[in-house]
Nanobody, 121 residues
Framework: VQLQASGGGLVQAGGSLRLSCTASGRSFSDYNMGWFRQAPGKEREFVVIIRWSAGTYYADFVKGRFTISRDNAKNTVYLQMNSLKPEDTAVYYC????????????????WGQGTLVTVSS
């Protein structure tokens, strides 16, 4: 599976962005898809997961602001980010795994290249 993330950019605080992650290969619908982020000088952290069953789990700091969804017909997962804050500035990575459904980044087998989100104050 190859993952291609896109949609990052520069936005003012309070604004919105939608990230996309498109997968190549078969059986996308069987994969658990996660988003992680890494801010400058910090470790990569879990943001959200959407499981193959469409169940979701969000990190507390994005609950009520970010929404993950998937379109299996397009092999794509989306991350709608609203009410963005300067502390959301980071490189956002999508990840995929056919079995793992948790929040630990090293457990995911496949990764996209990352897309930069910059939120200005």
């Amino acid at each position: 599976v190859q993952l291609q993330a896109s949609g990052g950019g520069l936005v003012q605080a309070g604004g919105s962005l939608r990230l996309s992650c498109t997968a190549s290969g078969r059986s996308f619908s069987d994969y658990n898809m996660g988003w992680f982020r890494q801010a400058p000088g910090k470790e990569r952290e879990f943001v959200v997961i959407i499981r193959w069953s469409a169940g979701t789990y969000y990190a507390d700091f994005v609950k009520g602001r970010f929404t993950i969804s998937r379109d299996n017909a397009k092999n794509t997962v989306y991350l709608q980010m609203n009410s963005l804050k300067p502390e959301d500035t980071a490189v956002y990575y999508c990840a995929a795994d056919p079995r793992y459904q948790g929040t630990i980044d090293v457990e995911y087998d496949y990764w996209g290249q990352g897309t930069l989100v910059t939120v200005s104050s």
